[in-house]
């Protein structure tokens, strides 16, 4: 099946009366920790009265309660903010690779290809593509399409709101291919994107795309896999 070009959506600014991607330029949301510690204390009461004929009034201090003391509170977590109008995303988590996904298996194969998506939604978060590369071949020219122009548009001060990816399924036929290779075929779909300038202003916004079937190539060596590419599988 012939392949076409993949995430031309990450090229703004050509057309920005587009309202439909291309593209499917997976995945993340982070929690407030706060625990508030309760204050512990002890006193002591006075000495007995002796036994005696006449009972006596003791004059002995009462023994003095301990000092209280509080344990440190922890120290928040950063809480992950999506991107909006007024701003890029804040403190958005770090795709982590499963440990499924580095077996040389059918299983590993497909938690590897969805972990190459959570790494390109990443992309379009916060234009670093560092993830991405970590796990993909230096010259993927389907990465080239995109960390050039989105990384490009941070450095320039803009942001992109939106552009996560969702994984609706992956499979693997697990068969080695005549160079080597092994495929996975997802089922993709990417939420909507818009574009922000450094001003503010918005550049260019497109709608959710329609879930889609997509390649990804990877080869297996030294005990982990890398993408080789990632296509799309239809024409738009």
């Known amino acids: 099946m012939r392949t076409t070009g993949l995430y031309l959506q990450s090229n703004p600014g050509h057309d920005s009366r587009r ?5 499917v330029p997976a995945v993340m949301s982070g929690v407030a920790l706060a625990a508030g510690l309760g204050l512990a204390g002890c006193s002591g009461g006075g000495p007995p009265t002796a036994v005696g004929t006449t009972p006596t009034v003791s004059t002995a201090p009462s023994s003095a309660a301990p000092p209280t003391s509080q344990a440190p509170t922890p120290t928040p977590k950063p809480v992950y903010k999506p991107a909006t109008a007024n701003g890029p995303a804040q403190n958005v988590p770090v795709p982590v690779l499963p440990a499924k996904a580095k077996e040389f298996s059918k299983a590993g194969l497909e938690a590897f290809a969805t972990y190459w998506y959570s790494t390109l939604g990443y992309v379009f978060e916060t234009g670093d593509s560092k993830p991405m590369m970590a796990i993909t071949v230096s010259d993927c020219s389907t990465c080239a399409k995109i960390n050039g122009p989105v990384g490009n548009w941070y450095k320039s001060g803009g942001w992109i709101s939106g552009g996560v990816m969702v ?4 499979t693997s036929s697990f068969t080695k291919t005549s160079n080597g290779t092994y495929q996975a075929i ?5 939420s909507p994107v818009s574009y922000y300038k450094a001003d503010k ?4 916004a497109y709608p959710p795309t329609d879930t889609r079937p997509d390649i990804v190539v990877a080869s297996y060596s030294n005990g982990r896999w890398t993408a080789e590419t990632a296509e799309h599988l239809t024409r738009d």
């Open 19 to 23: 309202r439909r991607a291309r593209i």
């Open 167 to 170: 994984v609706h399924s992956a």
């Open 186 to 190: 997802l089922m993709i779909q990417q």
């Open 201 to 204: 202003s918005l550049d260019t």
